[in-house]
């Protein structure tokens, strides 16, 4: 994600959440030196449009993620698989061993796409979102387990 993004950006945000994260928050992320920011652009008649974007940081061995969202129109066809696969990765290649994020309890789009990541359910945030409970989910990347004999 680069500042020429943001207005994209925010469009699909406050399409996405109930409590948008502000410009402000997204130009923080683009300056906070343990935040990555990616986006994902899809070829339409010949030229780039921004279908999603992920939001995480990584400090040390731990990485966590704040934001990922879709496009409305683009939803249901593998773009956020694609773009939580690439965070995934570029995580494991920096060393990351856990990831953890949050999750209203009712978003079981949002639920669904981490289980299919081997992500799991591990504790309650009470009204974590002022009128929702966050569930914790965690995710342990397997790849050190190869070494230990
Ligand atoms: C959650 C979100 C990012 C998923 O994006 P997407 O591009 O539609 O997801 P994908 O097409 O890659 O779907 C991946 C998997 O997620 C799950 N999923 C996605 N949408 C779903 C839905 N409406 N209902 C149930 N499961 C769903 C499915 O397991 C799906 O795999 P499948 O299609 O093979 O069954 C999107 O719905 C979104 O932007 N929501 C609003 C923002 C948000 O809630 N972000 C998460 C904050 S914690």
Redesign the pocket.
Known sequence: MSEEDIDEVIRIERL??PNPWTRGFFERELRNPISYAFVEKIEEKGRLRLA?YIVFWIVTDEAHIL????DPE?????????LLCVALSFMEDRGVDVVH????RS????I??YR?FGFEEVYIRENYYGNEDAIVMRLVFRHKSHIIP
């Open positions: 996405s959440f999603g934001n990922i969202a879709v683009l939803r249901r066809q593998g773009l956020a698989k694609r994020l949050e999750v209203r978003n079981t789009p949002a669904n796409l299919r």
